[in-house]
């Protein structure tokens, strides 16, 4: 018989359901026990006398045992777990538990060591059904426009993708490094003509941070496309994919996510609001007293990203910003400049933390190239730079981290949204 999710049973019908047991309640002639799976709980209910085989298994079981059981599922309004148990005729026992090593309130690392266990909640289920649902909702949002979604390789040569360090890994008789990101492949694609790409994949971070949204791995979502205008087409099409996301997610589990985090999704409106940072830091100083010394206003600080929340809602009632008009000292080599040498891209902001770094890509060989050598990376990105010598259109993308936005979205640190944290200090399990 094929197994049925528990949310899918069939009432006045046989069904097979397969789960953990939740809560055992064996008495002299009756036993209660309630099964779990992903989708939701039953009751079930044994009647000893009439089947002492199972009456027999249940005397086995400990609470998070798996088993099988077959039986009708029938209506019952005295059954609090929505109106219905199952009266199983049948029952295999799969495996049995041990007493569980930590209770759900213990110290978040304590929970990271025996994670396993700790993923067994309502809770902890929402924020990866909620997570699955937004990639689905951005993959769907894409494919429909004609992006192409590619995987490329995070074993690389060159260690020069970006400020933060690197992985160093051995490579038979050579060094490889774990990729920053796919930003050079991204681009690669642009010059093979794909046109619009994105990815979603693992990326490599080898900072020794300790914060609550940093992590040495992360899932980042990542988009390039050819043929833009300006930069603030790649904002248009994010803020659209993004309100798409939402819309997704507040749909399905809205209600959820605002019984269990307390956090209410906002679908938000378009198109996003825009700030240049210096403009940034003087509507800070003239609302709020914040200041920083200049030396400081080439980049937000992260007292300022956190104003930033407060900034757009009382300015603009939204959630996001856009900030533009960073210094070229802050920026990536491979951003596009104006005249003026000003970079030609933008962070976005959510919630008081920067979740974007996107900008229209300098796809014209040579200036690449003086760029490249302006922050002495020609040699280390001369595999990169080939790209470019054959033609290349105009194009510009964004990273977004997959994690940091779930963090955000619900509200907890980043270590309970991801399905195994990395950081520092945590290689296990």
């Not at 730079?385 to 990273?399: A, N, S, T």
Request: glycine letters at 8%; a negative charge.
């Amino acid at each position: 018989m094929e197994r049925s999710l528990i949310a899918n049973v069939k009432l006045g019908e046989r069904n097979k359901l397969q789960g953990f047991v939740e809560n055992i309640r064996n008495k002299r002639t009756m036993a209660f026990l309630v099964l779990r799976d992903y989708s939701g709980r039953i009751q079930l209910t044994v009647e000893k006398e009439k089947y002492p085989e199972i009456a027999a298994l249940v005397d086995q079981l400990t609470v998070e045992s798996v088993i099988t059981v077959e039986g009708e599922v029938v209506e019952n309004s005295y059954v609090k777990l929505g109106g219905k148990e199952m009266l199983p005729d049948t029952m295999k026992i799969e495996s049995i538990a041990e007493a569980l090593p930590i209770s759900k309130d213990a110290a978040i690392d304590s929970r990271m060591d025996y994670r396993w266990i700790d993923l067994r909640s309502d809770r902890n289920t929402l924020i990866f059904k909620a997570q699955s649902e937004m990639v689905g909702a951005m993959r769907n949002y894409l494919r429909e426009r004609g992006f192409l979604e590619i995987h490329t390789p995070k074993l690389i040569g060159t260690a020069s993708e970006s400020g933060s360090d690197v992985f160093e890994v051995k490579y038979f008789d050579t060094k490889a490094y774990l990729a920053q990101s796919p930003q050079f492949y991204k681009q690669m694609a642009m010059a093979s003509g794909f046109d619009r790409i994105f990815e979603v994949g693992p990326v490599f971070r080898a900072e020794k941070s300790f914060t609550n949204k940093h992590t040495t791995e992360f899932t980042g979502f990542d988009l390039e496309m050819s043929y833009i205008t300006s930069f603030r087409d790649v904002m248009d099409m994010e803020a659209e994919l993004l309100k798409a996301a939402l819309e997704s997610v507040k749909e399905k589990y809205g209600e959820q996510i605002k019984e269990l985090f307390g956090q209410e999704v906002v679908v938000p409106t378009l198109p996003f609001p825009e700030m240049k940072l210096q403009d940034v830091y003087k509507e800070l100083e003239e609302r709020y007293g914040y200041t920083v010394d200049e030396s400081e206003k080439n980049d937000l600080t992260t007292e300022a990203e956190h104003l930033c929340a407060k900034l757009s809602m009382d300015k603009f009632g939204h959630e996001f910003l856009f900030v533009t008009d960073y210094g070229p000292e802050k920026r990536a080599f491979y951003h596009m400049r104006d005249e003026n040498g000003m970079p030609l891209g933008y962070d976005l902001i959510w919630r008081g933390t920067e979740i974007t770094t996107g900008a229209q890509r300098e796809h014209r060989y040579e200036q690449l190239k003086a760029q490249a050598d302006e922050k002495g990376l020609g040699e280390d990105v001369k595999f990169y730079l080939e790209f470019f010598r054959y033609g290349c259109p105009p194009h510009g993308g964004f990273g977004l981290g997959i994690d940091r936005f779930t963090m955000l979205l619900l509200g907890i640190p980043i270590k309970e949204v991801m399905f195994l944290f990395r950081g520092p200090n945590r290689l296990t399990p």
